[in-house]
């Protein structure tokens, strides 16, 4: 019984916050939601399988942006796309031990916390690697409130002071052709079905997934379950352009993800609330540089033109930066296609070098 009144509030909590436009409002306002109720009540309890419901079904939906167009789109973009996704996950590293040092948070978690991947998957993975979710979730949000409000300006300051320019549009680099932006803007949807098919397609397409996250739990490799689900509705998808999943079914990953969480958080967690502060912005600071240089980097050695080099190397949620960069005049479909490339990599590798440093040096 209390399992369906956990889920309810974190329900409510989703509604909430993201009827108020809050980033990542839909785990966050369950996470909310649920904390409250267990700091108030102590009877915030979810079953185990619940996160595996959860990673099966975030593994499914990231999968589903595998396609065969987007990996031939993505060949053109091998060098900034590497870059950045090397870059990045080196910083992500180094900010890691950074807070290790100044904080007394256990290894992983501080690797993990400071991973540039989306806050929704780095705390599944969390979850199975058996780091403190509750600090996860607390600085990865920062991390993507902090870069979505200060980045914009301080990118007005760079093209003001540096390159002498204002974002009025397109800077004088050669941007992608209007056919490659137009191909890249298309969603790979199945061609239009009728109600009873698209069921049957989403359940297909959950299956895939379903099965990929008991290989990933049966080889026992850090996270394995959101890891392997990908992999499998990635190559359904490269194979028949027909993955399908509702949004409803991937809200419903968020709101269980918000909810286990959610119940990590009791009075211990407000009362050490206050140390969080320094590693907090050491973080956020920390990633600012990284994107400053990495922006310069990409402009001046790959093909990328100056709007979308500084949207494409900030480690923020894909679709705020797509949506913010073509606002300023960037191509919002490629800084998307790499933001993409960038979280799916950081799944499947992240995971494995934090478990491997962590045997090392723990």
Known sequence: MMIIVGL??????????????????????????????????????????????????????????????????????IIPALAIVGCLMASGIAIGFLVYTITDYDLVTCLLATAPGGIVDMTLVGMDMGADTSVMA??????????????????????????????????????????????????????????????????????????????????KIPAGVLLFSMLAVGIMNIKTNRAYMSTSMRRLAQVVAGAMVGQSFGMEQILSAGKMIMPAVVIILCYLLVSVVLTFFLYKKSSLDLLSAIYSGIPAGASEMALIAADMGADGPQVALLHMARIIFVIALYPQIVFVLVRLFT
């Not at 409002?25 to 267990?38: H, K, P």
């Not at 002071?161 to 890249?184: L, N, Q, V, W």
């Not at 049957?200 to 739990?217: C, E, H, R, S």
């Open 8 to 77: 309810a509030i974190a329900a409510a909590g989703a509604l909430v916050f993201n009827k108020l436009k809050i980033p990542a409002g839909i785990m966050i306002g369950a996470l909310t939601f649920v904390a409250i109720f267990n700091i108030t009540t102590g009877q915030a309890d979810f079953p185990p399988y619940l996160k595996t419901m959860s990673q099966i079904l975030t593994g499914t939906f990231i999968g589903m942006s595998i396609r065969g167009d987007v990996v031939r789109m993505l060949k053109t973009l």
């Open 138 to 219: 607390v600085f990865h949000l920062v991390r993507l409130v902090g870069v979505i409000c200060i980045w914009p300006p301080l990118s007005r300051i760079i093209l003001k002071r540096i390159y002498k320019t204002e974002i009025t549009g397109k800077d004088d680099k050669e941007p992608a052709d209007a056919a490659h932006k137009e191909k890249s803007d298309q969603a790979a949807r199945p061609e239009k079905l009728d109600l009873k098919s698209l069921i049957k397609l989403n359940a297909l397409t959950i299956a895939v997934g379903a099965v990929g996250g008991i290989i990933g739990y049966l080889l």
